[in-house]
């Protein structure tokens, strides 16, 4: 099996973090041997945006690669899928700003990859930025303003800067449900080489705020990152098995 991997150059990454109790946070997971990683008593979900230049397979020039914007709503995991428990990321779905991405990274990463139009407008001297993020149909993802601030960091989550990096690069690797029916697909980022600063933000819309109604999810904290290389490596995908899928009912009507 071809086991790809594909890389760019860093232009920005965002992450807009949330907290929420754990229990709302498993509702929404489909297997048993992912679990919600616990931060500081909360379950954390992080709105990720994507801004990468030279987009192509590791190991091709990034010269000949496409440049694009991708997001991901991204869930805080422990996978006990292996005999070591240890810290993943459960992606609801990846999206791209560009149709060939779309449509390659849905076959090399198999998983769907769908269309949204993606904009991120700075603001004068950089200082501030203005991202808007609507789907295929036009219908909107997320909406934000963000600012650069150095103000301490106010966040119920993490306790410093050095805390979130921790946090962060604790969970290199992530599932999503697969294009194959009864799988998981696996994909580990396996080089994420820049250094990450805390921002102001105000979120005007989250996507999540509509599908997951009464969760409690609550804006906390975000972060800014650009320069080096990103790069995710596609690991094929794991059986969903029928006993694993029963597991999780029997958790879900637990009262």
């Known amino acids: ?30 297997v048993s041997w992912l679990r919600p990683r616990r931060y500081n008593d909360y379950a954390v979900v992080s ?5 990468l230049k030279g987009v192509t397979l ?30 993943s990321v459960y992606i609801l779905g990846r999206s791209t700003s560009v149709p060939i ?8 990463l198999s998983g769907s990859m769908p269309l949204v ?18 789907d295929s149909l036009g219908k ?3 909406v934000a303003q963000t600012k650069y601030t150095d103000d301490d960091l106010k966040s119920k989550l993490f306790d410093s800067v050095d805390d979130f990096v921790r946090f962060i690069k604790g969970g290199l690797s992530s599932y999503t449900p697969s294009t194959r029916k009864g799988r998981m697909s696996r994909v580990d980022l396996v080089e994420d080489s820049n250094i990450y600063r805390p921002i102001e933000a105000q979120i ?12 409690g999810l609550e804006f906390d904290s975000a972060f800014h990152a650009t320069g080096g290389l990103y790069r995710l490596s596609y690991l ?3 059986q969903i098995g029928e006993d694993d899928l029963q597991t999780k009912r029997l958790q879900m009507a637990k009262p």
């Open 1 to 30: 099996m071809i086991k790809p991997s594909v890389y760019g150059h860093l232009i920005d990454r965002y992450l807009f973090n949330f907290r929420l109790d754990a229990g709302d946070l498993e509702s929404q997971i489909p």
């Open 47 to 51: 709105f990720c945006l994507l801004k």
């Open 58 to 87: 590791w190991p091709l020039p990034t010269l000949i690669g496409i440049d694009s914007i991708s997001c991901a709503y991204r869930c805080a995991v422990m996978d006990s899928s292996q005999r070591l428990v240890e810290p």
């Open 101 to 108: 991405v779309s449509k390659l990274g849905s076959v090399l």
């Open 117 to 134: 139009n993606a904009d991120i407008e700075d603001g004068l001297h950089n200082n501030n930025s203005y991202i808007r993020i609507n």
């Open 140 to 142: 909107k993802l997320f």
């Open 204 to 215: 005007d819309y989250s996507r999540l705020d509509e599908d997951w109604k009464d969760s």
């Open 236 to 238: 094929g995908t794991m």
